[in-house]
T-cell receptor, first 110, second 113 residues
């Protein structure tokens, strides 16, 4: 069993839809959780960061962590074609190493 | 501007050749990483280094080698022992990971011809 599981998609939604992206994990030592966005043939860029449980909002993006269920989510409101990308969840404990999900490919149709 | 630079963007390797991918950062980060990305497989860790002159194997180190002689530089050599080297290679660096996560370069696409 992988430490981090993420549905690869692709997820196709119409412009303006609310998008929900999710990851589950098995290691209860994970304390901080991140979402990266990766456009085709580019390096991933950090989108959202949360520490421990709870919600964090930044513009159209909301990151949610439920440590009791070992489940994290990224919500995108009013999705735009420019949001079309692969979204990778990542998480870590107190070490230098992040563990990445395999990524979910999102396509927002105009 | 601070950042992390990978070169070249595209690289073609003949069978049996060793090739070296460059990664340079000016973020004053202590830790640096090399990942391989294949379609549908996410990021797989090849090597990482937390400090100059020290590095550790990741999950798929066979057929690869690295050096960390300077804080700013972490080159990756793909040797002829790597049987399936065609992939997208990503270099990253980090300060305190818990606070800032990783900063990635723009990647090198390696193709065996």
């Amino acid at each position: 069993q992988k430490e981090v599981e993420q549905d690869p998609g692709p997820l196709s939604v119409p412009e303006g839809a609310i998008v929900s992206l999710n990851c589950t994990y098995s290691n209860s030592a994970f304390q901080y959780f991140m979402w990266y966005r990766q456009y085709s043939r580019k390096g991933p860029e950090l989108l959202m960061y949360t520490y421990s449980s709870g919600n964090k909002e930044d513009g159209r993006f909301t990151a949610q962590v439920d440590k009791s269920s070992k489940y994290i989510s990224l919500f995108i409101r009013d999705s735009q074609p420019s949001d079309s990308a692969t979204y990778l969840c990542a998480m870590g404990d107190s070490s230098y190493k992040l563990i990445f999900g395999s990524g979910t490919r999102l396509l927002v149709r105009p | 501007d601070g950042g992390i630079t990978q070169s070249p963007k595209y690289l073609f390797r003949k069978e049996g050749q060793n090739v070296t991918l460059s990664c340079e950062q000016n973020l004053n980060h202590d830790a640096m990483y090399w990942y391989r990305q294949d379609p549908g497989q996410g990021l797989r860790l090849i090597y990482y280094s937390q400090i100059v002159n020290d590095f550790q194997k990741g999950d798929i180190a066979e057929g690869y080698s690295v050096s960390r002689e300077k804080k700013e530089s972490f080159p990756l050599t793909v040797t002829s022992a790597q049987k399936n080297p065609t992939a997208f290679y990503l270099c990253a660096s980090s300060g305190p990971v818990q606070v800032y996560g990783y900063t990635f370069g723009s990647g090198t696409r390696l193709t065996v011809v």
